[in-house]
């Protein structure tokens, strides 16, 4: 007779599954901010400015896990996402301002990620870039509508341990530790127009409105299908609990991101910048920095890495534009939907994806196109983050979970920081 007894999960595998069971959204979100913009922005910096730029990497951790906290919050106490608490609760010019800002960022933001890996791939095995644009991009969407989004990003998420490479670079070259901890730990800052752009691009590759719409609605949607969970607002006895997991959720996926970012900078700053290469032009140039440690493979590593975190940011980035162009609409909209249940949110997913990839039917530097996305998502970050704070800080929108203490200022800290790095970079452009 078979041994119909339930299983009883011993100590350590209790352990394993509570660990697991707290990341979800934020993981996503750090895994995916590592993006080619991101790959391409970090090195662009360690490159250009050396290890000098290191510190904002230290700086931007706590400022991008409380504003990413706080959007997550947002979506797990009102079971909504951003636009969709803003349709309720603010004024429609805002709402389109807000969509059409984040729709914008996020197209052009696709545009350069879909070139990146094109580009990336005619390095690795030849032929067409044009074809390869559309390739990814048709595939992306496609996979996004008809998989289930939680395998696909499950074999994505050991893709982008190709990032590690980075790290290990680390400890196979003559890094000046001495400096590189310098940088790291004591800012620098040069009031140069070259500068302080590079300044804006690391902030907004690494604070990026994309994902403040996507840990939101990946909230409010975890929330919707688990028939156990209810929001916040209506359920307040699970706050404890679901605020605890958010938090390690949101912390651990933001330290994958900044420590893997920290590494491209410091690899190639010592494999670049300290060589006299201070501007990459091309994927191969790039690449140059995995040399050390990959050799004859340094070009494959740096082609796999672009392309496996392109193949998960794409689908978060569309997916943030469908989520805040269906919830300003009040059209039904989720991944775990079945397509044809949520037409008009797949449409726009879709279509954004397509706006990319006639952008990449333009003659740009897809290295350069990386730089300016990062800028101009640093750029359209700001409003974004106002309106955010001010949400979070409503009893009509949070009911008693308003954001208040040290999460609160922190919040207000990193879109201080953000506002004043744009203000600044607009000031040397004029000067």
């Not at 933001?254 to 032009?281: C, P, R, W, Y």
């Amino acid at each position: 007779m078979a041994d119909t007894r339930q299983h009883k999960p011993d100590a350590a595998e209790g352990k394993r599954q509570s660990l697991l069971g707290r990341l979800g959204p934020g993981l996503i979100s750090g895994a995916s901010d590592d993006d080619p913009s991101g790959i391409g922005t970090y090195s662009q910096a360690g490159a250009q400015l050396g290890y000098g730029i290191g510190w904002t990497m230290l700086l931007t951790y706590p400022l991008m896990a409380a504003i990413q906290e706080i959007s997550a919050r947002i979506g797990r106490v009102t079971g909504h996402g951003i636009a969709g608490n803003l349709a309720r609760h603010g004024s429609q010019p805002l709402l389109h301002a807000m969509v059409a800002l984040l729709a914008i960022a996020n197209i052009i933001n696709i545009a350069a990620d879909l070139a990146a890996m094109a580009d990336a791939t005619k390095l690795l095995i030849g032929g067409p870039v044009v074809a390869y644009v559309v390739v990814f991009g048709i595939g992306s969407v496609l996979a996004e509508i008809f998989l289930s989004y939680e395998r696909y990003v499950t074999v994505l998420k050991w893709i982008t341990l190709s990032l590690f490479a980075y790290v290990a670079v680390l400890f196979v070259i003559n890094v000046p530790w001495g400096k590189a901890l310098a940088g790291i730990f004591i800012p620098h800052i040069t009031w140069t127009a070259a500068f302080l752009t590079t300044l804006v691009a690391l902030f907004g590759t690494t604070i990026s409105p994309y994902l403040f719409f996507w840990q939101a609605s990946g909230e409010a949607e975890d929330q919707r299908i688990d028939p156990h969970k209810h929001p916040l607002k209506r359920s307040p006895a699970d706050a404890v609990g679901e605020f605890r997991r958010i938090r390690a959720d949101t912390l651990v996926g933001m330290a994958f991101s900044n420590i893997i970012a920290i590494a491209i900078i410091v690899a190639t700053a010592a494999t670049l910048h300290d060589k006299g290469i201070t501007q990459i032009e091309t994927s191969a140039q790039a690449a140059k920095a995995l040399e050390p440690i990959a050799g004859i493979f340094a070009e494959m590593i740096f082609a796999i890495g672009i392309v496996g975190t392109g193949l998960l940011a794409i689908p978060v980035l569309a997916g943030a534009t469908a989520y805040a162009v269906g919830e300003s609409r009040n059209w039904p909209v989720g991944l775990a939907r079945k397509p044809r249940k949520a037409i008009a949110f797949n449409a726009a997913l879709a279509l954004s994806v397509v706006i990319g990839i006639a952008i990449d039917f333009t003659p740009i530097n897809p290295i350069a196109a990386l730089y300016w996305a990062a800028v101009i998502n640093g750029v359209i970050a700001v409003p974004i983050m106002v309106v955010m704070m001010i949400m979070s800080a409503q009893h009509a929108v949070m009911g008693r979970f308003v954001v208040t203490g040290a999460l609160r200022f922190l919040g207000w800290l990193s879109t201080a920081a953000m506002a004043a790095c744009v203000a600044a970079m607009a000031v040397s452009l004029v000067l």
